[in-house]
């Protein structure tokens, strides 16, 4: 692939459904206006290319649990259970494509079940990185979401978008990683105290306390664990700068594309 610089956004599952409600419902507007800050962003840069993943919510969590599929043996009701959520999390990307399309962005939906797969220790295999190198290289915008996929052992297991945000990064050397989540930033401590406020600036030592020393609990219908499940796949990452903010407000996320103070920034 031709050198350039790739940056990844990942849109929660929490801001983009109703994800507390557990109703399998999309933030219709909030996306829009979302897809709006990134179009505007490339439009005034557009040296940089733009990776889109994106949660599952309340559109995907609640099926993975239903059906348990994280790492579990495959059977027919298993399959099935996977069958209905890759065509819900289709639905999703779909949504977010048509969203940025409308924007004139070539965003194009990707089928994360598709792309990847586990290896039999359990690692996430890029197999589709050639075909999306093509898409990037056209100035498209490939858009992911967390999924659940198959493995060499004849498994189901989740691939969050987050651990997808990792397995790019790497693959690609981006320079940045842009989270909008339902909070303001990172917290000393998970729940935080009515009082305390987010750090502005963590290290990698920092998230490694934060992740052994707080309870940091999450959505029952979570498969994916969370702030927790977040932190824990950034430890794997070098060299690239990561921010983590408040997206229910599309303002931070302009905020963020031009690398202005908001939320919790991590150097790692």
Avoid at 46 to 61: E, K, T
Wanted: net charge neutral; with cysteine; hydrophobic share 40%.
């Amino acid at each position: 692939m031709q050198p350039m610089e790739l940056w990844i956004i990942k849109l929660g599952g929490s801001i983009i459904t109703e994800k507390q409600n557990g109703i399998p419902v999309g933030r219709t507007r909030l996306v829009s206006q979302l897809c709006e800050k990134i179009a505007l962003f490339l439009q005034m840069n557009p040296n940089i290319r733009i990776l889109l993943l994106h949660g599952a919510g309340s559109v995907g969590h609640p099926l993975a649990k239903e059906y348990n599929l994280s790492d579990m043996p495959l059977n027919t009701k298993r399959t099935y259970g996977m069958a209905k959520t890759i065509l819900a999390m289709r639905g999703l990307s779909n949504e977010i494509s048509l969203a940025l399309q409308e924007c004139n962005v070539p965003a194009i939906p990707m089928q994360t079940s598709s792309m990847f797969y586990r290896d039999e220790d359990g690692r996430l295999i890029f197999a589709g990185q050639k075909i999306m190198e093509r898409m990037l290289e056209n100035r498209s915008l490939p858009v992911l979401s967390g999924d659940v996929v198959s493995t060499a052992n004849n498994m189901s297991s989740i691939a969050s978008a987050d651990e997808l945000a990792v397995v790019c990064a790497k693959a690609w050397k981006a320079t940045r990683i842009l989270f909008a989540t339902d909070v303001d930033g990172i917290y000393a401590n998970f729940p935080p105290a009515p009082s305390e406020t987010y750090l502005q600036n963590i290290t990698r030592d920092d998230i490694q306390r934060i992740i052994t020393e707080t309870d940091m609990p999450h959505n029952s219908q979570d498969v994916t664990k969370g702030m927790k499940g977040k932190l824990s796949a950034l430890l794997a990452m070098q060299s690239v700068q990561v921010s983590v903010f408040n997206g229910f407000d599309s303002k931070n996320l302009e905020l963020a594309l031009n690398k202005q103070p908001v939320g919790t920034n991590i150097q790692l």
